[in-house]
């Protein structure tokens, strides 16, 4: 079977088990795991902050970025597809206190103009505009990258208006190796960036936060408050490293593997590219009412030997990844053009 329902169904190679195996461990809590703490200074290096926190999710991650830049009563700014407000279960109002107030983007991006009356006024009924969250690669936006001027000018709004500015970088590695734009010229347009080695990157477990030291030393409290505090978490640390050392540039395999997929879906009437460009590794399209709904055709790939997700009633998601070569991707391609409408 050919798995194309997300990047995160990924297994660790053999590499990545023996760097697992051989990892020096100690208790992170007590901040003695050595291999936890070089992954902490590598992030923080690899984007240019002063430190980093490595947390056992994304979703944590971006939570707990929301809880060190926001109080309760305070609102987020974040396009209306974002991942902190469709996938992460109401977690700034259960955890936080904190309120969402999603602007629809195209296909997830924002422009500077679309902000610039959204901020509360200094008053007893309103809630305070704090923070802005961005989504680089924006996943329900395609796995569009945020284009880097629209990035510059809101980032240089919120600074001037004091908002605080944060990054859900699950997929920046993508970001970094489909624009060329190095990890450091897109973190310092941000306060605090999460990013996550479970998806692009293969490894099984992780992602961190970084950002200034102070703001990472309340992280380190949030991540207690919220579970997230590990004991010898290097054993999962080693795997982060070798995938940011092995797995970072040959994410353009992927991309080429979905621009394949995407050409598939291009020449199946029914199937409708969304947006219609692919620049990453997700490939998002929508199905017409000949082929019916998008179980019905994620079903009939499946047939096939290709499974795909459907994440919504006509919307359907292949995702491809390090544990898809580019003969499975021709098979699946081969699969998809197959369909038909329903007879």
Not at 151 to 167: E, T
Not at 171 to 177: G, P
Not at 231 to 240: F, I, K, T
Request: charged fraction near 20%; hydrophobic fraction near 45%.
């Amino acid at each position: 079977m050919i798995d194309l329902r997300s990047d995160t169904v990924t297994k660790p190679t053999p590499g990545m088990l023996a760097a697992m195996m051989a990892a020096a461990v100690g208790d992170d809590v007590y901040g003695e795991d050595p291999t936890v703490n070089d992954l902490e200074r590598r992030v923080a290096d690899y984007f240019g902050m002063e430190a980093a926190v490595f947390v056992p999710t994304g979703t944590m991650g971006n939570q707990i970025a929301v809880r060190i830049h926001c109080r309760p009563q305070d609102e987020v700014l974040l396009e209306s597809t974002s991942h902190v407000y469709l996938w992460e279960a109401g977690a700034p109002a259960a955890l936080s206190g904190v309120t969402l107030r999603t602007i629809d983007g195209r296909f997830g991006v924002l422009d500077v103009a679309q902000l610039e009356d959204q901020i509360h006024p200094d008053d007893m009924h309103s809630v305070r505009t704090r923070l802005v969250c961005l989504e680089n690669t924006h996943n329900r936006g395609g796995g569009v990258v945020y284009p880097l001027d629209k990035v510059k000018a809101i980032s240089a709004w919120a600074r001037a208006h004091g908002l605080g500015m944060h990054l859900d970088g699950a997929r920046i590695w993508n970001a970094v190796v489909a624009s060329g734009v190095g990890p450091r010229e897109w973190a310092r347009l941000f306060d605090t960036i999460s990013v996550c080695f479970s998806k692009g990157l293969g490894a099984p477990v992780g992602s961190a936060v970084a950002g200034p030291r102070d703001l990472i030393a309340h992280a380190r409290r949030a991540r207690k408050l919220f579970g997230g505090a590990m004991r010898q978490a290097g054993y999962l640390a080693a795997a982060c490293l070798y995938a940011m050392d092995r797995h970072v540039d040959r994410l353009a395999d992927d991309h080429a593997n979905a621009k394949l997929l995407a050409a598939a879906v291009a020449d199946v009437p029914g199937l409708k590219l969304i947006p219609p460009q692919v620049e990453t590794n997700l490939v998002w399209f929508e199905v017409g009412p000949a082929l019916g709904t998008a179980r019905d055709v994620a079903n009939r790939l499946k047939e096939g030997g290709v499974l795909v997700a459907p994440l919504g009633k006509n919307v359907v998601r292949a995702v491809t990844h390090l544990d898809v070569a580019r003969e499975q991707c021709e098979r699946a391609a081969a699969v998809i053009r197959e369909l038909k409408p329903r007879g």
